[in-house]
């Protein structure tokens, strides 16, 4: 589903995501809009959704993680396993919250903590690790630091 579309964390009056989250790299910048889509999902998931909606997640996670640490292994970037590990310790919280709600430890309930945590989280890894690698991957493929524009749409509505 585009993320831009109806039933979508943008789509609901952009409750998670904002151009603030920007960092000026257009493929870091579109995964991590879908990363609050999909924890949105999470975030609102119901009993019989709730592994659904985690499984989303992993799956993003996953694609997404991969992804940044391609992109810091085949370029060398500095600190990079530092970045790497924290990927790591995200995907395995996923994978013990799967496993206690597919045995019946757990409910929606986790569910909707874990989306809690995430949402927490992601903010402070996004500004300090992923904006360093946005900067480190623009400056090799355009020569120079990313350039961010923010909409701030409240502004104008008023």
Not at 7 to 13: E, N, S
Not at 70 to 92: K, N, Y
Not at 130 to 145: I, P, T, V
């Amino acid at each position: 589903m585009d993320t831009l579309g109806q039933g979508t964390a943008l789509g609901h009056a952009g409750v998670l995501w904002s151009d603030d989250r920007l960092l000026g790299y257009g493929p870091m910048d579109e995964t991590h809009r879908e990363f609050y889509d999909v924890v949105f999902r999470l975030l609102t998931c119901q009993a019989d959704t709730a592994l659904d909606a985690l499984a989303g997640v992993t799956r993003h996670a996953r694609e997404h993680f991969e992804q940044e640490n391609g992109w810091m292994q085949s370029t060398g970037f500095p600190s990079g396993q530092c970045h790497i590990d924290e990927h790591d310790a995200v995907l395995r919280s996923l994978t013990e919250v799967e496993q206690a709600l597919r045995e019946g430890r757990a409910n929606e309930t986790l569910a909707h903590q874990l989306a809690e945590h995430l949402l927490a989280w992601f903010p402070g890894h996004a500004d300090y690790m992923d904006s360093a690698l946005a900067a480190w991957m623009s400056k090799r493929q355009y020569g120079g630091k990313p350039v961010v524009i923010k909409r701030h749409l409240a502004d104008t509505l008023a």
